[in-house]
């Protein structure tokens, strides 16, 4: 049974900082394409960022680009985003994705929330 499981959200003041994980079971991890997408209340899912599976080739939403960080660990089946000088808003839920054979999956998603 495919699982992603976030962690790592939180409250954090304007130019803080967190890490996101999203933990990753039932299915072979390394070769897949992972990423990450927020949802702000009343705003449709964006992507945040990906990175691939054989080079490590990570790709970024303008507005994270220079304060997000990408990254993945093969032999822990995770992969995390290192999120620097948070601003209000970068407020969504975050979650983690992968695209399968049929359909796309989702994991539950960790809140974020960056407010003085």
């Known amino acids: 049974q495919v699982r992603l499981v976030e962690s790592g959200g939180g409250l954090v003041q304007p130019g803080g900082s967190l890490r996101l994980s999203c933990a990753a079971s039932g299915f072979t991890f390394s070769p897949v394409t992972m990423s990450w997408y927020r949802q702000a209340p009343g705003k449709e899912r964006e992507l945040v960022a990906f990175?691939?599976?054989?080079?490590?080739?990570?790709n970024y939403a303008d507005s994270v680009k220079g304060r997000f960080t990408i990254f993945r660990d093969n032999a822990k089946s995770t992969v995390y985003l290192q999120m620097n000088d948070l601003q209000p808003e970068d407020t969504a839920v975050y979650y983690c994705s992968f695209p399968g054979r049929f359909l796309r999956f989702w994991g539950q998603g960790t809140q974020v929330t960056v407010s003085s």
């Open positions: 990175i691939t599976s054989t080079s490590g080739g990570t």
